[in-house]
């Protein structure tokens, strides 16, 4: 854990991420003592973390009962995913006009360490160079509030859990290959097209877990 805001930001991401793949279902409280004892850190910074979650939503203060998740629904994860989609589009799209041949050879080298990868059952390494790859296209295409926008819709893909969602690795290793054609040939609206397709698919296979896993609680607060 890195210190001081950061270090806030850190158990906010790691609150967010379980809630996101179910390990923190709907209707439940979160105690901050056992966050705490949890992750290893002093109360201020998950008191902290707990304050930016509910600023985005995804808890909620109750007096005397304390921080209790809010439940997510099909539509949450259908509309994060579609401005995910829409953004990373745009930003593949763009790159597509500014990348050369040589940062395209070096996406796909990176792609091919990550079907090694995949092929080994490495999931962690899968994970960090599906980052890597996604992270050079955006940067190439984007400009300072466009990517703080996709960092804002990607903070709640929960990237620590890339093992347990059934398909990931797969649609990683299979559907970057349509957007790096479409780099490679400079075409801006099939790399939209792909990368935009690529993230839905990724919002698909999210829904299909957390549906597996019964974490849509029925019911408002």
Known sequence: MPDGRQLSESVASHVREAIMVGDLPGHGYLRTEHLAAELGVSATPVREAL????GEGAI???????????????????DLFGVQAYVAGELAARAA??????????????????????????????????????????RAGGTGRLTALLRQ??????RHYYARVQGWERASV?????????????????????????????????????R??????????
Request: net charge negative.
């Open 174 to 210: 299979h559907d970057h290959d349509d957007v790096l054609d479409a780099l490679a040939a400079g075409d801006r609206e099939s790399a939209r097209a792909a990368m935009a397709r690529h993230v839905r698919h990724i919002g698909v296979l999210l829904d299909a877990h957390l």
């Open 97 to 138: 006009a500014l990348l050369d041949q040589d940062a395209v050879a070096g996406l796909r080298a990176a792609q091919e360490q990550l079907v090694d990868a995949a092929a080994r059952g490495e999931a962690e390494r899968v994970e960090r160079l599906n980052h890597e790859v996604h992270r050079t296209i955006n």
């Open 153 to 158: 819709t990607v903070s709640y893909v929960p």
């Open 60 to 78: 909620r203060w109750e007096p005397r009962r304390g921080y209790r998740v809010l439940p997510l629904t099909p539509g949450d994860v259908e």
């Open 51 to 54: 304050m930016i979650l509910q």
């Open 212 to 221: 597996e896993r019964g974490a849509y609680r029925r019911g408002s607060l």
